[in-house]
């Protein structure tokens, strides 16, 4: 019966991304070692630019500049150039001080807003470094992190390397918790995809390093600049890879709202990288092909898998008993939500249900993202998430 066949489907496309996909990668992971043709000293790197777009970031900006001025990368052969988005604040203020305080500091004010990828766009053309590291203000990291993520480009195969993102200001009464240990296991596919076949589905955003050489020049409203621009690494025959030593740390998002709406923006660029880059699901290169569909692909369509369940389950529960019970199963789980906000208001956590409802929220998100696909990403200016919530 095809209902049944779609709804089977549907589950096994979901279990797959989920579960069974993990599985594999973990299994394949430990039989293989990380990267080991690397730069042992700081002073064996190659010159380094390290861009950054801002905008608004006068609470954060002196103390981040610090921390890469702090770096161990070797001064002599290193640059950082700052992008200021129509800052409105003291941001440019802050910048026009630190720069004349250090000569490899490089302001440059924007006054049109245009978002983070236009501004590292135009940064990327007058940096002069064979590797750019690109990274946010808001996400700082030990003295250690910018050298641990350079060191590995001495090995010609790999193109991008990313960071190890961790999450700070934790809240039971939020979905931070649910979030972090979202981002945790994130961590850990891409560091088996980078171990199994350096297929790291892309970086963070907060952090990252690649060869100069290799970036692409980021299409405009193109929304998540970041996983565009490891995909052309990828794509040109590079390897892309997590280095787990590489700390850096941000505050996690806590509102439901806050997180929401930030997800159902980058679900709108997912849908915009699928578009550009749906030729790589027939990519012969090992793993690509594989990591881009079970990792990426049906997680993006996890909403429509979702629907698909729902209603053939509605179909099928009229004539057999098994999907009325697994019809109802569904029903339940959707109004987790609901009960799950209600207790909130009377200071009641539990932190299972705040998992379902982060499981739920997010592919709402995921639908949301789809929809302003469909109609049409204007603009890129990204709005950043509340953060110390």
């Known amino acids: 019966m095809i209902v049944i066949a779609i709804l089977w489907i549907s589950v096994a496309a979901l279990v797959h991304s989920y579960i069974f996909y993990p599985f594999i990668l973990a299994l394949i992971a430990s039989k293989r070692t990380p990267n080991k043709n690397h730069y042992e000293k700081p002073e064996e790197t190659p010159p380094v630019s390290v861009l950054m777009a801002v905008h608004n970031e006068q609470d954060v900006i002196e103390e981040k500049i610090k921390v890469l001025v702090d770096s161990k ?5 290193f640059e950082i150039l700052v992008g200021s988005d129509a800052s409105t604040d003291c941001t440019n203020e802050i910048l026009e001080r630190i720069t004349s305080e250090h000569g490899y500091i490089d302001f440059v004010a924007f006054n049109i807003r245009r978002g983070k990828s236009a501004i590292i766009n135009d940064l990327v053309k007058i940096s002069r470094s064979p590797i750019i590291l690109i990274t946010d203000a808001n996400v700082f990291f030990d003295q250690e992190a ?8 001495r090995n010609p195969e790999i193109g991008l390397v990313d960071s190890h993102m961790m999450h700070k200001g934790l809240n039971k009464s939020g979905i931070s918790i649910q979030e972090n240990s979202y981002i945790n296991r994130e961590v850990r596919i891409k560091y088996h995809e980078s171990l199994c076949w350096g297929t790291m589905m ?7 390093a690649l060869r100069r050489e290799l970036y692409n020049e980021v299409p405009k409203s193109f929304l998540v600049d970041d996983f565009y621009i490891c995909m052309k690494v990828m794509e040109a025959g590079y390897k892309a890879i997590i ?6 740390y941000e505050d996690v998002s806590n509102r439901l709202g806050e997180e929401f709406r930030r997800k159902a923006r980058i679900a709108a660029g997912n849908f915009q990288n699928l578009k550009h880059f749906y030729a790589l699901l027939l990519s012969v290169r090992g793993g690509l092909s594989f990591s881009f569909l079970s990792h990426k692909v049906l997680r993006w369509l996890g909403p429509f898998f979702l629907i698909l369940i729902f209603f053939s389950s509605l179909w099928l529960s009229q ?17 987790v939500p609901i009960i799950d906000y209600l207790l909130g208001k009377i200071k009641t956590h539990i932190v299972l249900l705040r998992f379902i409802t ?5 592919n709402l998100a995921l639908l949301a993202g789809f929809i302003k696909f469909l109609k049409g990403v204007k603009s890129n200016v990204w709005h950043p998430t509340r953060r110390n919530q």
């Open 73 to 77: 990368l070797p001064k002599m052969d």
């Open 146 to 153: 910018m050298f641990r993520l350079v060191r590995h480009f």
């Open 202 to 208: 892309g970086p963070f955003g907060g952090c990252y």
């Open 243 to 248: 280095e787990p030593e590489a700390y850096v």
């Open 319 to 335: 004539e057999y008993s098994f999907y009325r019970y697994l019809l109802i199963i569904q029903v339940l789980v959707l109004s």
């Open 358 to 362: 982060h499981f739920v929220s997010m």
